[in-house]
């Protein structure tokens, strides 16, 4: 069993930046691959980044890439959601979850544990 806990979401005007982390508890953090998916009002729940359990390999949205950055420390057992140059269309409601697939999971259906989510909200 893994607790996941989000922290750091807020509001933000466009084009600024926010970090979000997700504290893990419970079993082996480092025996998880990470996502972080975002969830709009009236939206499916959608994939922002993924990271293996080692860290060594990412994958990103097409929406996101070049502007998130995924990263884990699992000494801390937290991963990381770096967002630059936010755009009102990023709001949602960003939830981490944990996969005990090894390495990169990108369907929702693939991780097992989920978090209460985070509300970043991106003003125009």
């Known amino acids: 069993q893994v607790q996941l806990v989000e922290s750091g979401g807020g509001l933000v005007q466009a084009g600024g930046s926010l970090r979000l982390s997700c504290a893990a508890s419970?079993?082996?953090?480092?025996?998880?691959?990470m996502g972080w998916f975002r969830q709009a009002p009236g939206k499916e729940r959608e994939l922002v980044a993924a990271i293996s359990w080692s860290g060594g390999n990412t994958y990103y949205a097409d929406s996101v890439k070049g502007r998130f950055t995924i990263s884990r420390d699992n000494a801390k057992n937290t991963v990381y959601l770096q967002m630059n140059s936010l755009k009102p269309e990023d709001t949602a409601v960003y939830y981490c979850?944990?996969?005990?697939?090894?390495?990169?999971?990108?369907?929702?259906?693939?991780?097992?544990?989920w978090g209460q989510g985070t509300q970043v909200t991106v003003s125009s």
């Open positions: 419970g079993r082996t953090f480092s025996l998880y691959a």
């Open positions: 979850a944990a996969t005990n697939i090894p390495n990169i999971a990108t369907r929702k259906d693939d991780y097992d544990y």
